[in-house]
Nanobody
Framework: QVQLVESGGGLVQAGGSLRLSCAAS????????MGWFRQAPGKEREFAAA????????HYADSVKGRSTISRDNGRSTAYMQMNSLKPEDTAVYYC?????????????????WGQGTQVTVSS
């Protein structure tokens, strides 16, 4: 079983930055693909970014591409998402997810473990 705990969310003005962290339990974090998803009020959860086990392969949704960077530190069993130039439409609960496969996954059903989420609110 893998437990994921997100942190780093908060309230930020448009144009600002946040760095989300996802701390994972378990010794096999380094073999898992990791992803970030988000759910805005009244909307379905959507894919944001994903990274493979090594950190060399990443994938981004068009909505965050160019403004966000996903990364991981396998020694710390932690994944990150740096978000810059934030917009009000980025307001959402951001979820970290882990998959037992090592590659990049871009759909919810490819992931096996989920965190509780962290709220990001961007004011205009």
């Amino acid at each position: 079983q893998v437990q994921l705990v997100e942190s780093g969310g908060g309230l930020v003005q448009a144009g600002g930055s946040l760095r989300l962290s996802c701390a994972a339990s378990g010794r096999i974090f380094s073999s898992y693909g990791m992803g970030w998803f988000r759910q805005a009020p009244g909307k379905e959860r959507e894919f944001a970014a994903a990274i493979d086990w090594s950190g060399y392969s990443t994938h981004y949704a068009d909505s965050v591409k160019g403004r966000s960077t996903i990364s991981r530190d396998n020694g710390r069993s932690t994944a990150y998402m740096q978000m810059n130039s934030l917009k009000p439409e980025d307001t959402a609960v951001y979820y970290c997810a882990a998959r037992r496969r090592s590659g990049v996954g871009i759909t919810e059903n490819e992931y096996d473990y989920w965190g509780q989420g962290t709220q990001v609110t961007v004011s205009s």
